[in-house]
């Protein structure tokens, strides 16, 4: 290993957690009534990124990078991730229902934004898993790479601060924690770096345990919000939100041959 590298992946890996950050903080910019009749049509495309970063990029990434006998292990690991972040949700609705009397939705709120930040937390720790892999394969594909999650990370932090402004947080404590959230990202890379070799059978496995998380935020606490929304106009808008969250990352993923 040439530690020379390690000046290639801490300043990209906090380039793209900064970076997307900083971007996706022009939302905090608006006022608060602008703000709230944005959130609804924030939080779909925030469905659609997210679903698009499971189903296009980790679970692909999961599967191709798993061992042939690694692959029901996969499913596996999909599986137990649901369960898993259902029963982190039940914690969170126990946690916030003891701090006072809170309706369903609030809890649902509260909890959807402890989810969030989890689920991304642990998507951007793969991803400085995956950048650190990368330069150590060759700086031009760690570059390249690095584009890449920059490129995804603006809608997913635009995703993450929209929910949490929506579970009540306040607006720099939202920045504040979808940075740190973020900031994993060069926690991975320097692990990568040190442990990537004990770490190559594990990576399918979290990889798939990242898209669950994503998949459950998504369905089990931002679609049921939407529903709320009635109105043939408003049901169009959704959908085609959902459509272009899916279609950003599709997009990324092609161009840059994913």
Same mark, same amino acid.
């Given at each position: 290993m040439q530690t020379s590298l390690l000046l290639w992946i801490i300043p990209a890996t906090l380039l793209g957690a900064v970076l997307s950050a900083l971007l996706a903080s022009v939302l905090l910019l608006f006022p608060a009534r602008t703000r709230t009749q944005l959130l609804p049509s924030l939080v779909s495309f925030a469905v659609g990124a997210l679903l698009g970063a499971a189903f296009l990029d980790l679970l692909p990434e999961a599967v191709k990078s798993a061992a042939?006998?690694?692959?029901? &292990?996969v499913g596996l690991a999909i599986a137990l991730g649901v369960l898993g972040f259902?029963?982190?949700? +039940?914690?969170?609705?126990? %946690?916030?229902? @003891?701090?006072? @009397?809170? !309706? @369903?939705?609030?809890?649902? +709120? %509260? #909890?959807?934004?402890?989810?969030?930040?989890?689920?991304?937390?642990?998507?951007?720790?793969? !991803?400085?898993?995956?950048?650190? #892999? #990368?330069?150590?394969?060759?700086?031009?594909? &760690?570059?390249?790479?690095?584009? #890449?999650i920059i490129a995804h990370q603006i809608p997913q932090q635009v995703g993450d601060i929209s929910v949490l402004l929506a579970a009540g947080v306040a607006r720099g404590r939202a920045l504040l924690l979808s940075a740190l959230s973020g900031a994993t990202m060069v926690v991975g890379g320097v692990a990568a770096f040190f442990l990537l070799n004990s770490l190559q059978g594990a990576i399918p496995y979290v990889l798939a345990v990242a898209a669950a998380s994503l998949i459950y935020v998504a369905v089990a606490d931002l679609i049921p919000g939407l529903h709320r929304h009635e109105g043939a106009r408003l049901s169009v808008l959704t959908v085609v939100l959902i459509a272009a969250g899916i279609g950003l990352i599709w997009m990324i993923q092609t161009a840059l041959g994913g």
């Open positions: 042939p006998g690694q692959v029901q &292990g259902f029963l982190l949700e +039940k914690l969170a609705f126990w %946690h916030h229902g @003891h701090e006072g @009397h809170l !309706d @369903h939705e609030e809890l649902r +709120k %509260h #909890a959807a934004g402890t989810m969030i930040l989890v689920g991304t937390g642990l998507h951007n720790l793969l !991803d400085g898993v995956l950048l650190g #892999a #990368a330069f150590l394969t060759s700086v031009h594909m &760690g570059v390249v790479l690095a584009i #890449a």
